[in-house]
């Protein structure tokens, strides 16, 4: 395995740039490494943490991104992780995010990173699935890896289909992401930007999910859990033929500090137990075709992707599994009871 992990944290910027520099950024990139580093998945052999002078220019960035990607085979993962400025103009040539580096001036687009570029050199990495962690403003204009805002597949090698790719934003629904750190964090992670303070959180200590690694859909829900929690913007993701269950991260949660035993006892808990995994304890909810009729119902109200996706694996395990007429006609019409509540 040769996945690799590049953390690129540009926090320096010139005084007459008007883009100032957060601290924060720049704790956020060495704890990143921290993290990786001692996970399992990655190590510090596979993890690059991009120096102040290659963070200074679109070039530094760009060459070591493309050392890394070079460096995958189709079975392993690329990630890139981003935490800094982003800014979106609406008034250039083919409008996207721009990402800032060291040189980069406020008003002065041409010194920004364009994260098509950067788009472009992780599809064209051999590595069967392609992760993008964006820590920064107007994040929540970043389209699908494989696309652009139109969904259209742009040209470049984009791996195995059934693994895909993952942009996983510091917000979904505003433009500003917060860079002041949040006390709420344990030690040095308050030093860290929100986003990536929780996040990195997640990948430290681990969840209470009986499970050895960490998913795309678990990593999202806990994150959402903790920024929701203590009022911070909604991260958002987005999934390009990348499942839910693709482990990225370990679970570095004691296992005996796990829960392995509780079995979610209504249609709200089932709810949230099975966005985090949903195929665990799926022998336990599928005793009930009353329960799963009320879950599918309720999923199918949600207007979320995610909601969707799983209302319809859910619906998909019911055709299998409910083999008896009456079974599924039970099943069935509690779906439709939910459906119309």
């Known amino acids: 395995m040769a996945s690799r992990a590049l953390v690129i944290g540009p926090s320096e910027y010139a005084e007459s740039s008007g883009i100032p520099g957060h601290p924060t950024i720049l704790a956020s ?4 490494g921290k993290v990786l580093a001692d996970d399992g ?6 993890c690059r943490v991009l120096s102040a002078k290659e963070v200074r220019t679109v070039g530094g960035v760009m060459d070591a991104l493309h050392e890394e990607a070079a460096a995958t085979e189709e079975a392993d993962i690329l990630l890139v992780v981003y935490v800094g400025h982003g800014r979106y103009w609406s008034d250039i040539p083919g409008s996207q995010v721009h990402f800032s580096v060291g040189s980069s001036y406020k008003d002065k687009p041409w010194t920004w990173l364009s994260s098509w570029y950067l788009y472009r050199a992780m599809r064209q990495a ?75 959180h997640v990948l430290r200590d681990g969840t209470t999910d009986p499970k050895d690694r960490l998913t795309i859909g678990l990593l999202r829900e806990a994150v959402k859990l903790k920024m929701t929690e203590h009022d911070h913007n909604r991260p958002g993701m987005l999934l390009n033929d990348a499942s839910e269950n693709i482990p990225l991260f370990t679970n570095r949660k004691h296992r005996l500090h796990r829960d392995r035993s509780r079995v979610p006892s209504d249609v709200e808990d ?39 996706r799983l209302a319809g694996h859910l ?26 509540a």
């Not at 990139?29 to 990143?32: K, L, S, V």
């Not at 597949?153 to 992401?177: M, N």
């Not at 619906?315 to 119309?340: G, I």
Request: net charge negative; aromatic share 8%.
């Open 315 to 340: 619906d998909e395990q019911a055709d299998q599994r409910f083999k008896k007429p009456n079974t599924f006609a039970r099943y069935w019409n509690r779906v439709e009871q939910a459906r119309r």
């Open 29 to 32: 990139a060495e704890m990143y």
């Open 41 to 46: 998945m990655w190590g510090p052999e596979r």
């Open 126 to 200: 051999r590595a069967g699935l392609k992760v993008l962690i964006a820590d920064c403003c107007y994040s929540n204009m970043l389209p699908t890896l494989g696309g652009d805002e139109d969904g259209k597949v742009l040209p470049g090698v984009l791996g195995r289909r059934e693994k895909g790719s993952c942009v996983f934003t510091a917000v979904k629904d505003v433009e500003a992401a917060d860079a002041e750190g949040c006390a709420s964090l344990p030690d040095a992670l308050r030093e860290c930007t929100p986003f990536s303070g929780h996040l990195l």
């Open 270 to 308: 089932w709810i949230k137990h099975l966005m985090l995994d949903q195929d665990y304890l799926l022998d336990e909810l599928f005793r009930n075709e009353e329960m799963v009729g009320d879950v599918v119902g309720r999923l199918s109200r949600r207007k979320d992707e995610a909601s969707q």
